[in-house]
């Protein structure tokens, strides 16, 4: 089992950075790939960001390549979303997921995406003000 827990989100200006934080608890951090989703009000859940568990592979979604960046300190059981010159199109809430695996599920656009992780945690929001 694994919890996760979200922090950092808020009310940014439109240009500014956010970095969102994801404490992992549970015995198998270090054998589980950690993602970013996020959702904004009326529309459907969509990957951001994902690492495997040595945080040496990542991925980032092409529509935020460039602004954001995701890395993991294993010591610290933690993954973290960089967010730079952010925009109103990523206001929404931001959830971190794990997956039971300990490399990325490979990505592939849709919904059914979020079926590849195994547990999420209660997201936190993020509003850029422009």
């Known amino acids: 089992q694994v919890q996760l827990v979200e922090s950092g989100g808020g009310l940014v200006q439109a240009g500014g950075s956010l970095r969102l934080s994801c404490a992992a608890s549970?015995?198998?951090?270090?054998?589980?790939?950690m993602g970013w989703f996020r959702q904004a009000p009326g529309k459907d859940r969509e990957f951001v960001a994902g690492?495997?568990?040595?945080?040496?592979?990542?991925y980032v979604e092409e529509s935020v390549k460039g602004r954001f960046t995701i890395s993991r300190d294993i010591a610290k059981n933690t993954v973290y979303l960089q967010m730079n010159n952010l925009n109103s199109d990523d206001t929404a809430v931001y959830y971190c997921?794990?997956?039971?695996?300990?490399?990325?599920?490979?990505?592939?656009?849709?919904?059914?995406?979020?079926?590849?992780?195994?547990?999420w945690g209660q997201g936190t929001q993020v509003t850029v003000s422009s």
């Open positions: 997921a794990a997956a039971q695996r300990t490399e990325l599920p490979p990505y592939y656009t849709g919904q059914s995406y979020a079926r590849e992780y195994d547990y």
């Open positions: 690492v495997n568990w040595s945080g040496y592979s990542a």
């Open positions: 549970g015995r198998t951090f270090g054998h589980i790939s």
